[in-house]
Structure formats: C-alpha cells, structure tokens
C-alpha cells in the first residue's frame, strides 16, 4: 500500500514511473503466457480428456495463476528470498479471482448487449477485460501482494552492499 506519508498524486505517479513501466510490460507478457497456459490447458482436458467445462477451466485458472504467481515474483518484482509465500499466493490468488469475477462480468454484459457471443466477439470481450483489469492488477501485485518482500529485498541487497 502507498506510505501514509504519499499523498494519492504522488502514488498514482510511481504506477507511470519508469520503474512500474518495466513492471507492467512484464506483467503483460507474463499475461500472454498465462493466457497460452490457461487455454492450453482448458482446451486439453475439455477435448481431449473429456473433464467438464468447469474442471477444465478450473484446471486451466489454477496453474497459469501459479505460473503467474512465480514469474511475477521472480522476474517482474525481483524477489529472490522465500519470506511470505503463504501470505504472497492467497492474496495473489484472491486478486486473480476478483480479476476472473470481473471478466466473467464483462463478458456477460457483452453477451447482454450484443447477444450471444461468437468467437470474435467473445474475445473482443476477453480483451476488453485484460485493459481494464491490467493496471489494478499490477498495482495490486505490487503493493499488496509483493510491497514487503520487494522492501525486504532492497533492504537485504542494500545490507549486502555496505559489506
């Protein structure tokens, strides 16, 4: 969360400083791999293994989120050490599922306006939902889910470096 001592113009600063747009191009690009894990994965139990779409999607949900989960940790926030991994996953996963809510959401309200959905308009929809879930995803991931490890992080590495 942003130090009580920022005031909000200066936190929505740091979500465009150079630092957070490095941060939210590895988020995207992280997206698109997760996105190529979900489908993958759904489509594979749906069709080939026969599951259910609810398993299949369920399935598909659960390990691109882990894979989100540690690519983001490791890559797009820099966190090496093992501290608040318990804490780190279920807010991670709970942001995700608020973002998966949100998509169902958007989806649906196309579906409402337009009628049923065809494959084109069914991911104009899905796309839609990515631009408008990306920046409170980041923001989430950074200052809720990562914030201490990535201070304790730069803490640790700052230590190191006095040495």
Not at 43 to 72: E, P, R
Not at 103 to 129: E, H, M, Q, R, Y
């Amino acid at each position: 969360m942003a130090a009580p001592d920022r005031g909000v113009k200066d936190y929505v600063r740091s979500l465009f400083s150079a630092e957070a747009r490095s941060q939210i191009v590895k988020v995207g690009a992280i997206g698109v791999v997760n996105t190529i894990v979900d489908f993958s994965l759904a489509n594979i139990a749906k069709f080939a293994g026969d599951w259910s779409d609810f398993w299949s999607v369920t399935l598909g949900f659960t390990v691109a989120t882990a894979v989100s989960y540690t690519l983001n940790r490791r890559w797009t926030f820099a966190i090496k050490h093992g501290r608040g991994l318990v804490r780190e996953t279920v807010v991670f996963y709970f942001i995700n599922v608020v973002a998966w809510a949100v998509t169902v959401g958007i989806v649906a309200a196309a579906d409402a306006w337009v009628g049923p959905l065809d494959a084109l308009t069914f991911n104009l929809a899905k796309i839609s939902a990515v631009v408008v879930v990306l920046l409170p995803k980041f923001a989430s991931y950074r200052d809720l889910v990562f914030r201490r490890s990535i201070d304790h992080e730069r803490d640790r590495v700052s230590a190191g470096s006095e040495d």
